[in-house]
């Protein structure tokens, strides 16, 4: 479905050069869900960027369905793949209601019937007709992230990119948000890669995980093999540990990579 | 009493039923912020009663702003010529009157000129940035560069005196800061996850600017607008005091003010009347601009 391959991305010039993604490669099967695992700075977001076509500055190669892309999208790319953002207070535009930002799309794409969508679309991500015509000042963080899942699910698209979709709720809502994001994708077979750098959240959710760090990928696993603990990176581990919670002899003895 | 509460009830609803309530409980909300500012308020009357005059003018004023009358003239402040006569017997009451007229024309005529221009080159500048940008900035740094008064002399004496042309030039002044001030709302917004969103949902440039970022860009300019009228108004009646605006006998405060000078030890009222009235109607755009940077202010968000 989704094939990465040879992935660099490089900012800047000079001095300034950062080489932000090395060599990244993988492959995303029909109604699989993948996961990009890495701390901050890792280049996992970038990968995703890159994929959406937020990013123009990439080399290598990235097909869809066999199709490989360009650096600028035809606007039918964008019926496929659609993209969560990590902070629910940034990505929706605050002077329109939930109502218009998600018939934006419907109009952008001359889809018709907007209202139904709209509807529809609300009930899908548990959010009632109350909801609909409130501006997101009115909303609750984990409302938000329900209302930008909608403005993702509403094109229809086959593929949903989701970076760390949970990572700016509380703790209470992170689970309902995940719960709701694995039913969608399974009712809708959707395929989708979770971007992330909470090891519990990944292996929660899906089938294979990449685990990145400084840019470099350190491993691929199954999503069985974590669980088994068959994991042949000490970064990995690490990360693994990390994510189990706050543990103050486990983390005087972790190490910088 | 329960018609009032129920109005209340409808407007400030935790979910309306149609963006056209969502709309108007955001109105009322920003209304009363705004009536909480008494001065702001006040400034609002003002020119609420400046557009009325404005409106009326013909059953307000009591005398032909045009007449003159030579055996009335220099007449001081009577109940038969509330504010007297100016040099040649006319009414300066009458004139203050139909002069609210032109002062509306000319602050009207560079809102529509200068603030679509200012947001446009401003937006676009901002949005695409690179190239598009240096040059529309350059363009409006050449605009910038240039003294304001100078320049709208200059193409006042080009184009001829008239307050037509002294209209254009203080337009033609006036965009830059704008443009200045959407580029840089622009700059901030452009990278916002909600644009970024927006664009992943396949809009186009135009979609993008006109719908999500000129509607954010938008408050502030109406504040710098409204502040910015009050030196609209000071420069248009300086070019009428210069004689390059509006040509006697037309009543415009500006050149009202330029002929009293001649009288003002022995005959004060002649360029107090028509100076009190810009100083008013200055004062209250400027009261009215600070009033709605409170509620319009996209930082304080309410």
Known sequence: MLQV??????????????????????????????????????????????????????????????????????????????MVFQDPYGSLHPRHTVDRTLKESVNIHHLGDANLRVVKVLGEVGLGPQFRFRYPHQLSGGQRQRVAIARALILEPEILLLDEPTSALDVSIQAEILNLLQDISKKRNLTSILVSHDLAVVSHMCDNILVMSQGATVEALSCDQLRSGDIKQRYTRQLLVASKGYDRAAIDQFQDY | MSSTRRWQHWLLSDSPASPFQAAAGRTYLGLAEFLKNRLAVFGLLIIAALILIAFFAPYIAPCDPLVTNLVNRLQPLSAAHYFGTDEVGRDIFSRIVWGSRLTLYVIGLVAIIAAPVGIIIGTVSGYFGGLIDTILMRITDIFLAFPKLILALAFVAALGPGIENAVIAIAITSWPPYARIARGETITIRNGDFIKAIRLQGAGPIRIITGHIMPLCIS????????????????????????????????????????????????????????????????????????????LDPKSDN
């Open chain 1, 5 to 82: 391959d040879n992935l660099h991305v490089i900012f800047g010039h000079g001095l300034d050069l950062n080489h932000a993604v090395k060599n990244v490669s993988f492959t995303v099967g029909q109604g699989e869900s993948f996961g990009l695992v890495g701390e901050s700075g890792s280049g996992k977001s970038t990968v995703l960027n890159c994929i959406a076509g937020l990013i123009n500055t990439w080399q290598g190669e990235i097909e869809i369905d066999g199709e490989r892309l360009s650096h600028r999208r035809p606007k039918s790319f964008y019926r496929k793949v659609q």
């Open chain 2, 220 to 295: 502030s300019l109406i504040v710098r607008i409204t502040l910015d009228m009050a030196g609209i108004i000071l420069t248009a009646a300086g070019l009428g005091f210069l004689g390059l605006g509006a040509q006697p006998p037309s009543p415009e405060w500006g050149a009202m003010t330029s002929t009293g000078r001649a009288y003002i030890i022995d005959h004060w009222w002649l360029i107090t009347m028509p100076g009190t009235a810009i100083f008013v109607v200055s004062l209250a755009f400027n009261l009215l601009g600070d009033g709605l940077r409170e509620v």
